[in-house]
C-alpha cells in the first residue's frame, strides 16, 4: 500500500542532498564539519544519506512483511535493475577521467568495495558518486536474513543486533 509519508521523506531528504552540495559546490569546500548539530543537518550529508537508507529499509520491510523473500530472485531483480546503469556511469566515468583509471580502481566498484577513498581510481565528478551503489546493494545482499530474523524473533533482536554492531564498530 501506499505511504504519503514516505513520499515527504523522502522529499526531504533530497532537499538536503541538494543543501549539502550546493554547499559545497558554492562555497568551494569539501567534507565541512559544522560547528553545530543544525547546522550538520544542512550541511553535512550523512543525515540525507541516512535518512534515504532508512526509507529504503522501511519500503523494503513494509512491502514484503506479508511475503516470502526468495533470496536469488530477489538478488537477480536488483541486479538487473541497477547494473546497466551502473556500468553506463562507470563506462562515462572512465571515459571523462582516463587518467583516473585503473583495472583494479574498477573492480573495486563492482566487488562492492567502492566506500570512499577507493584508493586504486579517481574517476572524477561521476566516479564520486559510485559509492552509493556499493552501499546499497550490501543492504540489499543483507536484507532478506534481516528480514527472516525479525519474523523469527521480533524487533528486539534487530534492535540488539544494531546496537552490538554499533559497539564492534
Do not use: C
Not at 20 to 42: C, I, S, T
Not at 104 to 112: D, I, R, Y
Not at 125 to 132: D, R
Amino acid at each position: 500500500a501506499y505511504v504519503p509519508g514516505v513520499d515527504h521523506l523522502r522529499g526531504m531528504a533530497a532537499i538536503l542532498m541538494v543543501l549539502y552540495h550546493g554547499y559545497q559546490q558554492l562555497g568551494d569546500k569539501v567534507f565541512v564539519r559544522a560547528g553545530n548539530p543544525l547546522e550538520a543537518v544542512l550541511i553535512e550529508g550523512h543525515t540525507a544519506v541516512a535518512l534515504f537508507m532508512v526509507l529504503s529499509g522501511f519500503i523494503f520491510t513494509y512491502g514484503a512483511l506479508d511475503h516470502e523473500v526468495q533470496y536469488r530472485p530477489f538478488l537477480l531483480n536488483r541486479v538487473l535493475r541497477i547494473m546497466p546503469m551502473y556500468v553506463l556511469v562507470v563506462l562515462l566515468a572512465v571515459y571523462t577521467s582516463p587518467a583516473g583509471y585503473s583495472f583494479t580502481g574498477v573492480l573495486q566498484l563492482f566487488t562492492l568495495q567502492g566506500t570512499p577513498p577507493i584508493a586504486e581510481a579517481d574517476l572524477g565528478p561521476f566516479g564520486a558518486l559510485l559509492w552509493t551503489i556499493s552501499v546499497e546493494f550490501a543492504f540489499y545482499l543483507v536484507f532478506p536474513f534481516l528480514l527472516r530474523f525479525l519474523r523469527a524473533y521480533g524487533p528486539r533482536y534487530l534492535v540488539g543486533l544494531v546496537l552490538m554492531l554499533n559497539l564492534l564498530r
